[in-house]
């Protein structure tokens, strides 16, 4: 199973349209996927005893979208030269090795800028290597993303659709 995480609690972002856009493809190809949007969660678990007492809402959701899962794909827009610390709050809470440990992840940056989020898709690809995540190479950055997406939520220039599609190909393995 796959999971997609779109990356922010920001409701209705670009970040969501684009985690839909992978979500979409990867289902056409066949693969079972679910998508996690953080705008959806409810951060009442945020507290100083979230780390000595995880919250049963965070053990259903690391269950279900998390332990399941043998692929992410987590689509982070830029927040001041990173990624959401909502996003970094989430990963600390869950149990490593059930949710993270030798599972794969593709990371995809977007940003209204032009770097496309590359130095928060490093922070995260360090984070992620130290939970034994294998993250694939060849990182999909998305920049200008206003200019990419039409009023639909769909990808309106080619050249960045072929780099999703062979991007969703290193995913599935296609």
């Known amino acids: 199973m796959i999971t997609v995480i779109s990356g922010t609690n920001k409701k209705n972002s670009l970040t969501r349209q684009v985690a839909a856009i992978y979500t979409k493809h990867l289902q056409a190809a066949g693969n079972e996927v679910k998508q996690l949007l953080l705008e959806e969660l409810d951060y009442s678990f945020i507290s100083a005893e979230m780390f000595s007492k995880r919250p049963q809402y ?12 043998s692929f992410f794909v987590f689509v982070v827009p830029e927040y001041n030269g990173s990624f959401p ?39 995260l690809t360090s984070i992620l290597q130290h939970m034994h995540v294998t993250v694939i190479p060849g990182h999909v950055l998305i920049s200008r993303a206003k200019e990419e997406l039409d009023a639909n939520g769909n990808l309106i220039h080619e050249s960045t659709l072929n780099t999703v599609t062979r991007h969703i190909g290193k995913i599935t393995g296609a």
């Open 58 to 69: 965070i053990t259903r959701l690391q269950e279900d979208y998390f332990n399941s899962a």
């Open 85 to 123: 610390g909502i996003l970094k709050v989430l990963l600390d809470t869950f149990d490593v090795k059930p949710a993270f440990e030798n599972k794969k992840a593709a990371l995809v940056g977007v940003a209204t800028g032009r770097a496309g989020n590359l130095r928060g898709l490093d922070h």
